[in-house]
Structure formats: C-alpha cells, structure tokens
C-alpha cells in the first residue's frame, strides 16, 4: 500500500477564517481522492470527493494536482462546528489509504 | 438514509480470547472492508472482501484474523487469540462498486479492548 502524507497540525483558526490543508500521495496510479471528516471516536464521514477539474460545495472547495500528487482542502468562513480531523483518502483498485489526517480547532 | 451498522459498540476481553466484530453492509452493497484506528493513529485498512472471498490484505491481517461473510447479511472480522496491541476501533466499510468515484460507507465502529 502506498502512503498518502498530510501536516498534522493542529490548526488553530479564529472563527471566520480561511485555512487550507494539504495532502500529497505516492502512488500515480491512484484512481480517485477524497476528503473525509473525522470527529473525535467517530467514524471518518465523507466531505467530499476530489475531481481533477476542482469543485467547491458551499464554503469547502476541493483540489487535484495530479502532475505534483497533491490535494488540497480550503474552508471558506470557517465555522465552529467545522472542528475536526480531516482527512485525505486516496483510492486504488481495492479500498481506500487514509493519510494520518490534519486536526482543526476553531476559536471563538 | 441506508446505514452500515456494527456490533458491539465496545467489547473489552483478555489477552488471548476469541473476539468476533459484526457488521451489517448496506443492503445492496457488494464490497466490505475492515479498518481499523488505534487511539491517536490513523486509519488504517485490514481487508477487503468481495465476491465471498478476500480480494486484498494489509501486513496487519495476518493469520490471527479472519473475515467471512455466513448469511449474506452480516460481515464479521475475527481474531482468533486477541494481543494488547489490538485494542483498536475497528469499523466495518462497505461500497456499491470498487475503484472509481464509489463512496465507502462507514460504520460508527466497535471499540475493542484488550487488557
């Protein structure tokens, strides 16, 4: 299984904030790439998937670069609700490699 | 809104006990997977199953751990003689279609223990 890197942080934001993460990938043979959103003891929950063109959904905007092998994450006007681990997942033939994901604190 | 499900929530055994993890796939899914967390780490994938039979493992799904699928419904993840080291979340993933854009489904997890 190949390795997907991200920055661990903590990030700490103040409310209202733009903060953006990045993620890069080793394997170029990776098929798709997602964003996943992990509370503490959760389950990871799908934030949303990463095309090569870019896409935004609400405040959250998604990027591919597949020549350099990295994704990125920006939140727009972050809310506090939007503390969490985030993490990147790339998938190849089988199932999902998750990296070690980026923790995000907003502050009031 | 369909859901994976898993059972127990949390089971605390001793070293060395069978431990067996339920998982309830989403109806008409057709690939399971078992990840597990340890607490402070990162996801990490065990096994993933299609077709009744392992399509691929991880380093860590080694001969103490076992997957089957016995009635069509339940997905079930066994160690067969549990380590310290295996205290973990362990969550249960099912998908529509493998590869691709195919979202995985996860289920909230069952906490394992072992002391």
């Known amino acids: 299984r190949k390795e997907v890197e991200q920055d661990p942080g903590p990030f700490n934001v103040p409310e209202g904030a733009t903060v953006a993460f990045n993620c890069t990938y080793s394997?170029?043979?990776?098929?798709?790439f997602f964003w996943y959103r992990q509370d503490c003891r959760k389950e990871p929950k799908l934030l949303m998937s990463?095309?090569?063109s870019g896409n935004e959904d609400g405040r959250f905007t998604a990027q591919l670069n597949r020549a350099s092998q990295y994704i990125s994450l920006l939140i727009r006007d972050s809310k506090l609700s939007d503390s969490a681990t985030y993490l990147c997942?790339?998938?190849?033939?089988?199932?999902?490699?998750f990296g070690k994901g980026t923790h995000l604190i907003i502050q009031p | 809104e369909p859901e994976v499900t898993q059972t127990p929530s949390h089971q605390v055994t001793q070293m060395g006990q069978e431990v067996i993890l339920r998982c309830v796939p989403i109806?008409?899914?057709?690939?399971f997977y078992w990840y597990r967390q340890i607490l402070g780490q990162k996801v990490e994938f065990l096994v993933s199953?299609?077709?009744?039979?392992?399509?691929?493992k991880s380093e860590i799904f080694d001969d103490q751990f076992s997957v089957e699928r016995p009635d069509g419904s339940n997905f079930t993840l066994k160690i067969r003689s549990t380590k310290l080291e295996d205290s973990a979340m362990y969550f249960c993933?099912?998908?529509?279609?493998?590869?691709?854009?195919?979202?995985?489904?996860f289920g909230e997890g069952s906490r394992l223990t072992v002391l």
């Open positions: 394997n170029s043979a990776s098929q798709s």
């Open positions: 109806s008409n899914h057709l690939y």
């Open positions: 997942a790339v998938r190849g033939a089988d199932g999902l490699t």
């Open positions: 993933a099912s998908s529509a279609q493998v590869g691709g854009t195919g979202e995985l489904f």
């Open positions: 199953f299609y077709n009744n039979e392992i399509s691929e």
């Open positions: 990463v095309y090569s």
